[in-house]
T-cell receptor, first 115, second 116 residues
Framework: NAGVMQNPRHLVRRRGQEARLRCSPM?????VYWYRQLPEEGLKFMVY????????ESGMPKERFSAEFPKEGPSILRIQQVVRGDSAAYFC?????????????FGDGTRLSIL | AQKVTQAQTEISVVEKEDVTLDCVYE???????LFWYKQPPSGELVFLIR??????QNEISGRYSWNFQKSTSSFNFTITASQVVDSAVYFC?????????????FGQGTELSVKP
């Protein structure tokens, strides 16, 4: 399967723990995007990364959230000291280039549940 | 501001009925791009179609068709002879350039339920 791979599919954390969500883009794609889908809502942009660079993090909460896309390995979305309000589905998307006409191809998402 | 509105939260139809999902957008750009995505009950997001603002020709793909009307800022999606497998949440989206990148602005989604 050459699609966008996200893991884990489901993640359960207790309040105060850390959550790490992983995303491997499609082969040949060097642009990665993270979106969050809160219950009963559409998807909201969080961050856009290229290899080793955060290009746009305007949608990321200012505290506790961080993202990286290292030279080797998957992109990581990290949430520290999780709270109940972080419960959501987190989707990663990738594209071969950054352009408005370029469709973004999504992974299956990670469903994060906070106990 | 860029915005996408899907006024229909939920639609329920019986199999073989035709159904149209509405999408209205707002944009300040003269050239823009619209997308439809499908989210079946299993949860993944599947890209369906992209539409350029400078191409007003409607598109048909099997039972799916899309009606782009620049005059009313709408990009509606019709499923002909619906099937149970069409049951999903459908999202309309608009791409926006921002901070040397691009992001998708999604509507709230329309949940389509096709009953046998």
């Amino acid at each position: 399967n050459a699609g966008v791979m996200q893991n884990p599919r489901h993640l359960v954390r207790r309040r105060g723990q850390e959550a790490r969500l992983r995303c491997s883009p499609m082969k040949g794609h060097s642009h990665v995007y993270w979106y969050r889908q809160l219950p009963e809502e559409g998807l909201k942009f969080m961050v856009y990364l290229q290899k080793e660079n955060i290009i746009d993090e305007s949608g990321m909460p200012k505290e506790r959230f961080s993202a990286e896309f290292p030279k080797e390995g998957p992109s990581i979305l990290r949430i520290q000291q999780v709270v109940r309000g972080d419960s959501a589905a987190y989707f990663c998307a990738s594209s071969p280039e950054v352009a408005r006409y370029q469709p973004q191809h999504f992974g299956d998402g990670t469903r994060l549940s906070i106990l | 501001a860029q915005k996408v509105t899907q006024a229909q939260t939920e639609i329920s139809v019986v199999e073989k009925e035709d159904v149209t999902l509405d999408c209205v957008y707002e944009t300040r750009d003269t050239t823009y791009y619209l997308f439809w995505y499908k989210q079946p009950p299993s949860g993944e997001l599947v890209f369906l179609i992209r539409r350029n603002s400078f191409d007003e020709q409607n598109e048909i793909s099997g039972r799916y068709s899309w009606n782009f009307q620049k005059s009313t800022s709408s990009f509606n999606f019709t499923i002909t002879a619906s099937q149970v497998v069409d049951s999903a949440v459908y999202f309309c989206a608009l791409s926006e350039a921002q901070n040397q990148g691009v992001k998708l602005i999604f509507g709230q989604g329309t949940e389509l339920s096709v009953k046998p």
